[in-house]
């Protein structure tokens, strides 16, 4: 028996354990979910594959408890893959090294995937415990759900019956979760001319590293480093007659601020020891001025092997401006839910191809005008800057009511539990409910979850005291669903 499954609640960490074991990142959780097929089918639990790979499971009332409205458990089994520089790992083959560090689980290296792995191990749990009451239950596992939402998206009408939906992948314990932001991803291709290299030019690899990264919605208004936007600003600050840009890039994921970035540059070999002091200098200024939020900001510049070919002067300095110029960060906060982020955007993806530079970013809103107003600002810097921008993967955010019974319902049972209500939110990320209302208008939903810290980055950990707190809420809300 590993360290996890010693933990309690046993059955929510034994299912765990057994997700970090089977690998999971987006696009690749099929064998995951042959592995809760054939459990499911093991303990005589109906279950079922929707068209685009959704589990749905079902479980009939504890009995007596038949006429209660249907419930619906719902979490992702995807997870973000994350690791650090010097970590090795095949997310698409190497189980999670998860491990204990007193009162939180974390893993060695990597994203731990406690989003949303404990919501959909909670799930299960439910399901094998037989001491939890509950009325009729079904539980849906969404596939895609950190790639693009393409689980939730293509959830059919007619797969479910129940009428009150818990979504399990909110990341705090103590807090309801009535709402959530839509989002949309903005690709821009910026094509560059490649000419050769200048006489007199030796290569180096200029690197952005140490950065704290994070959620791109939980963590935005934190204004944490953002490695591409930091390994712009640097550039920009090097005389443009001085050095050529050969390639650059920074960041995996678009849901995901950027920990680190990558250029390869050309500097004259008269001017290397005035490069080197500039970025020096830089590094000092950048150090100090995120020193209260990535106290761990490195940036290098050493030796690389010669490139065959670099941009254009012209294309280089045009790409750069429309890097420095590109908005990111927290655009507007919200007037209404005090705290809580309206309007935000994160440059996530810098690659260089052989047609030039590929960004990807995702604007989050709270509300269709503030995502549209980003995508027309991202639109019109790609027009100035001579890049094309398309959007796409567009999805609804999950509009707030306060007056849900539901949520009534979890804020009664958490003071009867805990002693205190829990904080009403609205989070500034993507949470599938939104998407679920265009097929079952009907459901009513709730969102809770443990606290998770650092999701979609290695330093991702989970709270095991709040894991045991949401585990008895999450009983208690399914012994408590009035009838119907």
Not at 300 to 312: G, I, R
Request: with cysteine; hydrophobic share 40%.
């Amino acid at each position: 028996m590993s360290e996890l499954q010693q933990l309690s609640p046993s059955h929510l960490w034994f299912f765990f354990d057994k997700f970090c074991q089977i690998p999971r990142p987006s696009k690749h959780e099929a064998a995951l979910s042959q592995w809760i097929q054939d459990w499911a089918k093991s303990q005589a639990i109906s279950v079922k594959v929707d068209p685009v790979g959704n589990l749905i499971l079902k479980k009939p009332a504890t009995p007596g408890l038949e006429n209660r409205k249907g419930v619906i458990l719902q979490a992702h089994i995807d997870m973000v893959p994350q690791a650090n520089a010097d970590t090795k790992h095949d997310f698409t083959r190497d189980p999670i090294q998860a491990y204990i560090d007193g009162e939180w689980v974390r893993a060695r290296g990597t994203t731990l995937g406690a989003d949303n792995g404990i919501g959909a191990a909670a799930c299960l749990a439910v399901l094998a415990d037989n001491t939890v009451q509950h009325g009729p239950l079904e539980v849906l596992l969404t596939v895609d759900e950190e790639a693009g939402m393409g689980g939730a998206f293509g959830l059919q009408a007619g797969w479910l019956e129940g009428d009150i939906l818990l979504n399990t992948d909110s990341e705090q314990d103590a807090e309801a979760y009535m709402g959530c932001a839509g989002g949309v991803d903005a690709n821009i291709h910026f094509q560059c001319q490649r000419e050769a290299i200048p006489a007199g030019m030796q290569a180096f690899s200029l690197q952005v590293k140490g950065l704290r990264g994070g959620h791109s919605g939980v963590n935005i208004h934190q204004d944490r480093g953002n490695a591409n936007k930091l390994l712009s600003r640097v550039l920009q600050a090097l005389p443009a007659e001085q050095i050529r840009l050969a390639t650059i890039s920074g960041g995996t994921l678009r849901n995901a601020i950027p920990r680190e970035a990558e250029a390869v540059i050309l500097v004259a070999t008269d001017r290397i020891d005035a490069v080197q002091q500039l970025i020096v200098e830089r590094t000092k200024a950048l150090q100090l001025e995120l020193q209260e939020v990535d106290s761990y900001l490195q940036i290098s510049c050493l030796p690389a092997a010669q490139p065959a070919n670099c941009f254009s002067l012209t294309d280089q300095q045009r790409l750069l401006q429309m890097l420095l110029a590109c908005p990111n960060g927290v655009i507007r906060m919200s007037h209404a839910i005090e705290g809580v982020v309206e309007t935000s955007t994160n440059l996530g993806v810098i690659q260089t191809n052989e047609a030039g530079v590929y960004i990807q970013c995702l604007i989050r809103s709270l509300n269709d005008e503030g995502r549209h107003y980003v995508e027309q600002m991202t639109a019109s810097l790609c027009a100035l800057a001579g890049a094309d921008c398309q959007f796409d993967g567009a999805y609804p955010g999950w509009a707030p009511d306060p007056s849900s019974p539901t949520l009534a319902l979890l804020r009664q049972q958490h003071e009867a539990l805990f002693g205190e209500l829990p904080k009403l939110m609205v989070i500034h990320a993507g949470l599938e409910c939104g998407l679920f209302k265009a097929q079952y208008p009907h459901w009513d939903m709730v969102s809770f979850g443990p606290t998770i810290q650092g999701a979609h980055s290695p330093d991702e950990r989970v709270h095991i005291p709040a894991v045991a707190r949401f585990w008895q809420l999450l009983v208690a809300m399914l012994a408590a669903i009035p009838n119907k």
